[in-house]
Nanobody, 116 residues
């Protein structure tokens, strides 16, 4: 079965850190661009960070300098390290794997809540 599974979400205090993971099964991520999206209640899903198959990265302005996306092809996993978290980072975080716009897979999401 082809799927992406996110993990590592949870409740964290403002200023804290979380590292969420996106693991693929049934296919290899090597040739895919991987993106993290998030969706807060009542808001549209937004792009947070993306890493290409070659390792180039790009970030939303709201998370630049705080979030880092990385990939470990040997583990078939992509990570999003989130530091200096703010309450406005609270959302369900989803990963997406895209192969040249031809194939695309979504994970089920992991909840990140930033609250004191």
């Amino acid at each position: 079965q082809l799927q992406l599974v996110e993990s590592g979400g949870g409740l964290v205090s403002p200023g804290g850190s979380l590292n969420v993971s996106c693991a693929a099964s049934g296919f290899t991520l090597d040739d895919y661009a991987i993106a993290w999206f998030r969706q807060a209640p009542g808001k549209q899903r937004e792009l947070v960070a993306i890493i290409t198959s070659g390792g180039s990265t790009n970030y939303a302005d709201s998370v630049k300098g705080r979030f880092t996306i990385s990939r470990d092809n040997a583990k078939n996993t992509v990570y999003l390290q989130m530091n200096s978290l703010k309450p406005e980072d609270t959302a369900v975080y989803y990963c997406n794997a895209d192969f040249a716009g031809i194939q695309s897979y979504w994970g089920q999401g992991t909840q990140v809540t930033v609250s004191s």
